[in-house]
T-cell receptor
Framework: GQQVMQIPQYQHVQEGEDFTTYCNSS?????IQWYKQRPGGHPVFLIQ?????EVKKQKRLTFQFGEAKKNSSLHITATQTTDVGTYFC???????????????FGTGTRLTIIP | DAGVTQSPTHLIKTRGQQVTLRCSPI?????VSWYQQVLGQGPQFIFQ???????GRGNFPDRFSARQFPNYSSELNVNALLLGDSALYLC????????????FGEGSRLTVL
């Protein structure tokens, strides 16, 4: 079945340093989504990427979708304590392979910030 | 507007028992999905319902079942509980399966002793 892996599993950074997490799917994806889960909380949608090679920015966050639509990355510039949490990528796995059908979540990258 | 609501928030069961978890989606949302999240892992897909029909089922045994009601709320049932069923059960809703965003509830924390 479809597998979605993320590296690194954990990342500890000093506040103000940059952070990057990488996501790799075993299958080509129609779209990829990113979610953030704060400690003790639930996943919260961040963004969806659809096009090959797409790059989207949200303030200090930059998201990329690979040319082959099998990998993606999330980069955070100048981390802040509010960035603490686990970041998950997710791709649809349904037969029609669109939207949020049968989302397969990645293994996640847990970000901790050293003040 | 209210978000996705789940009940109960916490529950403790013993092996062999049965549990029913409930979810009310955001008003207007017609798709409901269930995910199991074991501590330290990503959410794992269990079921998705859209317009009261099952759209997908993850790699879970037949002990797991679900349904969606005419008002789009949903229930997840787990029979013959095992210790390994201990997890956070997350419900998520979306306008439909083509929508980009899933809105998650706070989850139901199940502990099986």
């Amino acid at each position: 079945g479809q597998q979605v892996m993320q590296i690194p599993q954990y990342q500890h950074v000093q506040e103000g340093e940059d952070f990057t997490t990488y996501c790799n799917s075993s299958t080509t994806l129609s779209n990829i989504q990113w979610y953030k889960q704060r400690p003790g909380g639930h996943p919260v949608f961040l963004i969806q990427l659809v096009k090959s090679g797409e790059v989207k920015k949200q303030k200090r966050l930059t998201f990329q979708f690979g040319e082959a639509k099998k990998n993606s990355s999330l980069h955070i510039t100048a981390t802040q304590t509010t960035d603490v949490g686990t970041y998950f990528c997710a791709g649809p796995g349904g037969v029609s392979n669109f939207g949020n059908e049968k989302l397969t979540f990645g293994t996640g990258t847990r970000l901790t910030i050293i003040p | 507007d209210a978000g996705v609501t789940q009940s109960p928030t916490h529950l403790i069961k013993t092996r062999g028992q049965q549990v029913t978890l409930r979810c009310s989606p955001i008003s207007g949302h017609k798709s409901v999905s269930w995910y199991q999240q074991v501590l330290g892992q990503g959410p794992q897909f269990i079921f998705q319902y859209y317009e009261k029909e099952e759209r997908g089922r993850g790699n879970f045994p037949d002990r797991f079942s679900a349904r969606q009601f005419p008002n789009y709320s949903s229930e997840l049932n787990v029979n013959a509980l095992l210790l390994g069923d201990s997890a956070l059960y997350l419900c998520a809703s979306s306008l439909d399966i083509r929508a980009a965003e899933l809105f998650f509830g706070e989850g139901s924390r199940l502990t099986v002793l």
